[in-house]
């Protein structure tokens, strides 16, 4: 794996083993007030980009585009907008960032319709 994939499923590795930090935080507190936030760092940062990340290696001629890498950068601060974005809302101090977080983030899942949509009309 290199490119492009490498960074998807980096930074999904990087997100899960946050997040399961978090998650064992939030237990032996007791105080599981931010869980939808740590929900959306597994979800969003962990499996999407991990599966991203898988995609890109399977298709080699997706991950070689410019597209591919706005796609990443895209997606990256999508989500690290998005995870401490929630986290103001759930503590009632605003939702700027989550708002701008969901938006990059919608607009990432879109890029990866729109280069799964060009590559799967390719053959093989």
């Known amino acids: 794996m290199k490119g492009v994939a490498l960074w998807f499923f980096?930074?999904?590795?990087?997100?899960?083993?946050?997040?399961?930090?978090?998650?064992?935080?939030?237990?032996?507190?007791g105080n599981h007030m931010l869980s939808g936030a740590h929900a959306h760092l597994n979800l969003v940062g962990w499996a999407t980009m991990a599966l991203i990340g898988l995609y890109y290696h399977a298709t080699p001629a997706a991950a070689e585009t410019v597209l591919a890498r706005v796609h990443y950068v895209v997606?990256?601060?999508?989500?690290?907008?998005?995870?401490?974005?929630?986290?103001?809302?759930?503590?009632?101090?605003?939702?700027?960032?989550?708002?701008?977080?969901?938006?990059?983030?919608?607009?990432?899942?879109?890029?990866?319709?729109?280069?799964?949509?060009?590559h799967a009309r390719k053959p093989a």
């Not at 946050?18 to 507190?29: E, H, K, Y």
């Open 10 to 29: 980096a930074t999904g590795t990087v997100a899960v083993t946050l997040g399961m930090i978090w998650g064992i935080q939030m237990s032996a507190t």
């Open 75 to 118: 997606a990256l601060v999508g989500l690290v907008t998005l995870v401490p974005g929630i986290v103001q809302a759930l503590r009632q101090t605003g939702e700027t960032l989550a708002k701008v977080g969901s938006f990059l983030t919608l607009i990432a899942m879109l890029i990866f319709l729109v280069t799964v949509a060009m």
